[in-house]
Each structure stands twice: as structure tokens, then as C-alpha cells.
């Protein structure tokens, strides 16, 4: 595919995020490119970009018919299938949430149907015009599937509302309580990514946050700038994160931090070097994110 190179890519939803992730010059796109040959550019590129080209990929899928994104995600391996379906989830637009609910228990792999349920639950909320509209609908579907709704409720509200961020934290308000938590972590990694190391600027938005949520907040404040990271090159990379986060909210924060690094390195050495950087009581709260995030 050539050189590849950072570029903003705009998410497609209204009032969405212009995100910075590594796509190829020329992205891998389901009109362009065959299951097989999408599949062998992924594939070839860098490990370090593979993960959001397939996300990306899978956001330009999102008219597609479900039926040919499971052959699409075939094509692919696992890893990057998961990143690729995760990607047509952030953007699908069925017309009939219910069915395409039926369409996913009926034909789509057991591991992949929480993120496609997910991408019904955006929808949902995308489609609504208050945070009680959103929650009634998506509690609806969640009741009819037997899913969570959290997660699908967070993304989606972060992506219609974070470009302003006092708006999308009075809106996050409105919802019951137990959807704080998740959907103020969100809210959290859009300031992290769009603000980057403004302390000034973070530190004034947590004390709009509820109390209970501040510490999730700063989490995925965290999650975004190690997802920005990129490698770790030395002790100052890890100490400049991990420095971020001071008590009473440093066990979520590192937690965070490790939820982060295992989106990046999965398997690859530079989780070893990650390890290795962290003193013994962080490497304990970086190794429960990675048992929590693999279920162990």
C-alpha cells in the first residue's frame, strides 16, 4: 500500500470526532477492494497500523448487508476481524434495529455479536432525540437480546455529542446513574484525545464530572494519550502517563492505562517493554486490566 502516514480521518456520524489514527494513503474500502484482496492489504502493512485500518474498513462498511461483512470479517484474521467488525459497528444504519438484532443471533458468530448488538444500541441512540428517548429504546432491545446497553449507549454518545464537551456532560447527566460510569470514561478519552496533555483544561472539566465518575473520566483521559503513545521507547514514556495519575484515582487510571496498552501491543514485545517500565504495584494494576480485558 506505500507509505503510511497519520492523517485525521472523519467519523461519519453527525457531529462526530475527526479521529487521529494511521490509515493507509489509500484505505481499504469495500467498493474498491474484494474480501481477499482488503484482507492482503491489511495484512501487509505495519502491525502498528493493521488495527485501525481494519476499523476503518469496517466504518466504510457500515451500508453494507450484514451477510457480506461476515464474509468480509472471515477474510480476516481473528484479531482483525474483531477490530474491522467493531469499526462497521460504530457505523451501521439498519432500518429495522429488531431485525437486524434477529439477523445477528441467527447468522453471526457468537464472539461478534456483543459488538454488532453494540452497533444496534448506537443506532438506537443516534435515531433519538432526548438521553430518556435513547435509554427507553436501547433498554428495550437489551430486554428482547439479553444484552448490555452500556457500551453501545457510551460510544454513541460521546460521537453525536462530545464536539462539545459542556453540552455532552449535562446531557450524560439525564441518564440513570448506573450508565455514568461507562459513559463519563468515554467522554473522558474524547478530551484526551482532542486536548492531549492539557492539564488545565481537563482538571476544569472533571469538576463538572459527578464525583463518582471523576476517577473514570481521567481513566480514559489516560486511555486516549496511551493509545497516542505508540511505543515506549524509555522510562520517561511510562512516567509521563503514569505521573498523570496521581491518588485517590491511580488504580483506575493505571488500570486504564493497561486497557489502552493491550488495544495497541495485544501480544507484541512492546507489552513486555510496557511491563518492564512499570514499578511492581503498577505492573500489578497493569496485569488486572489485561486478565480483566481477557477474562481470566
Not at 82 to 109: I, K, S, W
Not at 140 to 165: K, T, W
Request: hydrophobic share 45%; proline share 6%; glycine share 10%.
Amino acid at each position: 500500500m506505500g507509505k503510511v502516514l497519520k492523517v485525521l480521518v472523519p467519523l461519519l456520524a453527525a457531529g462526530a470526532l475527526a479521529a487521529a489514527i494511521f490509515v493507509p494513503r489509500l484505505p481499504v474500502m469495500p467498493a474498491v477492494h474484494s474480501p481477499d484482496r482488503a484482507a492482503a492489504e491489511i495484512t501487509t502493512m505495519s502491525p502498528s497500523d493493521q488495527w485501525a485500518a481494519a476499523f476503518y474498513y469496517g466504518e466504510l462498511s457500515g451500508a453494507l448487508p450484514l451477510a457480506e461483512v461476515m464474509e468480509r470479517a472471515d477474510a480476516l484474521p481473528d484479531a482483525l476481524a474483531g477490530a474491522y467488525v467493531d469499526g462497521y459497528a460504530h457505523e451501521v444504519r439498519p432500518g429495522d434495529v429488531q431485525a437486524f438484532g434477529r439477523e445477528v443471533e441467527e447468522t453471526a458468530p457468537h464472539h461478534l455479536r456483543g459488538t454488532l448488538h453494540d452497533g444496534a444500541v448506537m443506532a438506537i441512540l443516534r435515531g433519538a432525540e432526548t438521553p430518556q428517548e435513547a435509554v427507553l429504546g436501547a433498554e428495550a432491545y437489551g430486554q428482547e437480546f439479553g444484552v448490555s446497553v452500556s457500551n453501545g449507549l457510551r460510544i454513541a454518545h460521546q460521537r453525536r455529542y462530545g464536539g462539545d464537551m459542556a453540552v455532552a456532560i449535562a446531557l450524560a447527566l439525564e441518564y440513570p446513574e448506573s450508565y455514568h460510569p461507562p459513559v463519563f470514561e468515554e467522554l473522558g478519552w474524547r478530551v484526551g484525545e482532542e486536548d492531549g496533555w492539557d492539564e488545565q483544561r481537563l482538571d476544569a472539566l472533571v469538576q463538572t464530572v459527578p464525583e463518582g465518575s471523576r476517577c473514570v473520566f481521567l481513566a480514559g483521559a489516560d486511555r486516549a494519550l496511551t493509545l497516542n503513545q505508540r511505543g515506549w521507547g524509555s522510562e520517561e514514556d511510562y512516567a509521563r502517563l503514569a505521573g498523570r495519575a496521581d491518588a485517590p484515582c491511580r488504580e483506575e487510571r493505571i488500570r486504564g492505562l493497561g486497557q489502552a496498552a493491550l488495544i495497541l501491543f495485544d501480544r507484541q514485545p512492546e507489552w513486555d517493554r510496557l511491563m518492564s517500565l512499570a514499578d511492581p504495584e503498577d505492573r500489578a494494576l497493569l496485569q488486572s486490566a489485561i486478565d480483566h480485558e481477557l477474562g481470566r
